[in-house]
């Protein structure tokens, strides 16, 4: 299954310059303004408008000048940070469960370990059933292979040298050598998929999140009698994964 890569980190990039920018006039800019001053395409900046407005980043005013938004505001502000960042996240991962019919996952790398930090799941979409956990099964996962990809050589070493590649079924990678060997080759922005290799009857892909030092990924899984559906799934994810790394990066 080949799934072709799309430019989240780059819809980021340019939506931060149009934040930037709606915040450096307090009382508002105007689309033409946007546009002059982050040379966007008229159609791009209409993209990008829209996502911040519906993310809550901007709001439009009465004359249609963009002003900074609330929950730009409270992510911004340092006692209502980790709280406002947690929920926004959490309702992007709501959306997106909603929207490929599957159970979402927000995953880190943090202090050398794996670490699924948020997910959205419910009764039409299950989360997997975490038999071993994520943490030492990087090797079997569409997450932590994913995570893995986007550490440099030493580092992936090192993590595997912490933890013993297990044979988790028939299709789970155990030798080192082999699985180092697709981390290399596994271009950064295309999603990583486990076919069964954690758990027999459940498909998963992941989309890299490249927002300044974090390492995280975005995840779906399926079982395995939808595993047609999960191709459009990762690139589902793939194309919604702007406003994470936007959330991520602010």
């Known amino acids: 299954m080949r799934i072709e890569p799309t430019a989240p980190y780059h819809s980021a990039q ?25 040379g966007l395409g008229t159609e791009r900046l209409t993209a990008l408008l829209r996502m911040l407005r519906r993310e809550g980043y901007v709001e439009q005013i009465a004359d249609g000048a963009y002003v900074t938004g609330d929950t730009l505001r409270r992510i911004t502000s340092a006692h209502d940070r980790e709280r406002t960042l947690r929920e926004k996240l959490q309702l992007t991962l709501d959306r997106l469960r909603d929207s490929v019919g599957a159970a979402v996952y927000l995953s880190r790398y943090l202090d050398g370990e794996v670490r699924v930090t948020q997910y959205a799941a419910g009764p039409a979409a299950p989360a997997v059933n975490e038999w071993v956990d994520f943490r ?6 569409a997450v932590g292979k994913s995570l893995l990809t986007q550490l440099d050589h030493n580092a992936r070493r090192d993590h595997l040298s912490r933890h013993k590649m297990a044979r988790l079924t028939s299709r789970t ?21 486990d076919l069964q290799e954690y758990a027999v009857g459940t498909v998963c892909a992941a989309v890299p999140l490249t927002a300044g030092s974090t390492v995280g990924c975005l995840a779906v899984s399926l079982p395995l009698e939808h595993a047609h559906r999960l191709k459009r799934a990762a690139e589902t994810l793939n194309r919604s994964a702007a406003p994470v790394v936007l959330s991520l990066t602010i």
């Open 173 to 193: 990678i155990t030798s080192d050598k082999l699985l180092l060997s697709r981390l290399e080759s596994q271009p950064p922005t295309v999603p990583v998929l």
């Open 136 to 141: 030492y099964s990087a090797h079997a996962t």
């Open 14 to 38: 340019d939506a931060l310059r149009v934040l930037e920018t709606v915040a450096r006039h307090p009382a508002g800019a105007t689309d033409t303004e946007l546009a002059r001053r982050t």
